[in-house]
């Protein structure tokens, strides 16, 4: 098993750009809602300053990014090559995140337990980023405190989601970041 945690990081360039250009399109036209992060010692959803925005509906290609993230996860797993995790039981439904001008994702680890309320039980052990621009200043993902990770438009990224990948995304300073995010379980 390696013990270096960068290895547990891969990036995968398997979105189609035009096809992320056009969704880029569609979400400047949809109404967002400012992000929140749950806090345990007051057992509520607070937001943290200058959030980013996230929508939660479908866009046009969202079943085609939905297969694509099946790939990158078979992918993942093939590299990973792992006998004690060959598999997952399903992943999440498609979060798109906005980063206007000023916005910005504080530091955490997606250890989220809301995803899974309701039928499905459990928590994240992977997350997935997909980058679908990179015509903005600013909005670096950032792991560790102090490690960039460029992502390119048309890369999914694919990470353990655990205390030990904190990452954030630094503040936007022009243009508009757009992501899309699923987690495993």
Known sequence: MEKNLNSYIKI???LDKEKCQETVEELDNLEFELHTFYNYLEDRNVQHGNELSVYNGHSMYYNYYMQQIWEGLKSYLTDMNFPWYNTWSGFSPIRYNRYNV???????CDHIHTLFEGPKKG???????????ENFSGGKFIMFD?????LNTGDIMIFPSNFL???CVTEVTEGTRYTLVSWTW
């Open 12 to 14: 995968y360039n398997i």
């Open 102 to 108: 000023g916005t910005e994702m504080h530091k955490h």
């Open 123 to 133: 928590i994240p052990t992977l997350s997935i980023v997909g980058c679908l621009n």
């Open 146 to 150: 102090d490690e960039e990770i460029k």
């Open 165 to 167: 990948f904190p990452h």
